[in-house]
């Protein structure tokens, strides 16, 4: 971990004293405390206090940008699972388009060093107008490599596009489309515990996913400050070995990344959110979800030890957030003060995926 340290000591005098040349900094420092019955979503629930601690660094030069963000999380009663995140970016934008590059680093404490990953970023982002609706573009593409999960390792493309437009009514209709390409590049096909029943042990060492994902929105204001929006989002896996390899029967760890990756299920939700305004700045929204999750590359546990490769895992997930927030101003520079609850009932066909959570949080975050 000292080393890292060290590293971002010198990568923040860098950027300080190159600020004596040229450009215009931002800095924001944030903190969030928190309670939480099941931080790793868990059917054995451990609740800790989670302390996270969060420093952001841009400068900008004209159409050009740096960043650098860091965040160090403590679990108070699980002191093991404390560990530091990183990221530095680059990026360009000028009228319509943008585009960078992002640098991302994990680091855990020894005990679960395994968890340490690497991952490469590069996007680009093309906004337009056609007939009065905004249309928006996106592409990125991605690399991960684990430290010691190497089975995960993987590549991640993905292209996008998407619309909004407002009418007189103050209604609002937002939509699009995405389409997601994953490869994990090690996968151990050879094993017998992770090859389907109906295929023969013929794969190449990589499994790959194809999926399509689209989305409809619709905000509504129903008052000066008062607004509601109703979302529908659908993702349907189009091709890929992983639509039928069992690549990931055994249980990587109780983090969501591993055990519950986006690209590997189908899943149709449908979310509600109200947004309140109140004097003196104040906002509160309310958003609920639903969400039915099939995964056609994993079987299910029937118990902590026993696993089933002939029943696919299914998912039914409810979700409740509430968040209270204020933005207090200063001269130059803001406070954001927040409070907000979020509950999570994770109800599923597999044992280690049926999991209650519950969290309170308050968070601080001042831009300067």
Known sequence: MANYKNYNIVLMAILLLSSELFGQWNFSLSTQQEY???????????????STFDLGIEYKHETLGIGYYGDYTIFHEIAERNYFWHQIGFW?????????LYFEQRKNNIEYELYNYTNYNAYLRYKFQFSDINIFSKASLSVTNYSYLTDLDNLLGSIGIGFNKSFETKTT???GVNFNYKNYFETNLNDP?????????SFSSSVFTNQLNFYGRIAQSVSENTGLAFQYSHQNIVGGTAKYVRQLDYIYGDESQYFDDPVSYESNTISAQITQL???????????????????????????EFFDSTILRKDDQSLLRFTLSKTFEFAQSNIDVSL?????????NSYWYKYKNSQFNIGFDYQF
């Open 36 to 50: 939480s019955d099941n931080p790793f979503h868990s059917p054995v629930p451990v609740s800790t206090l989670i």
């Open 92 to 100: 360009n934008s000028a009228n319509d388009l943008i585009y960078g």
């Open 173 to 175: 209709i937002i939509g």
């Open 193 to 201: 515990l992770l090859i389907g029943d109906s295929l023969e042990q």
């Open 278 to 304: 109140f004097g003196d700045g104040f906002s509160l929204k309310g958003i609920y979800s639903f969400t039915q999750k099939e995964y056609p590359s994993q079987g299910i546990y029937l118990d902590p």
């Open 340 to 348: 907000s609850y979020l509950a999570i009932n994770n109800l599923s």
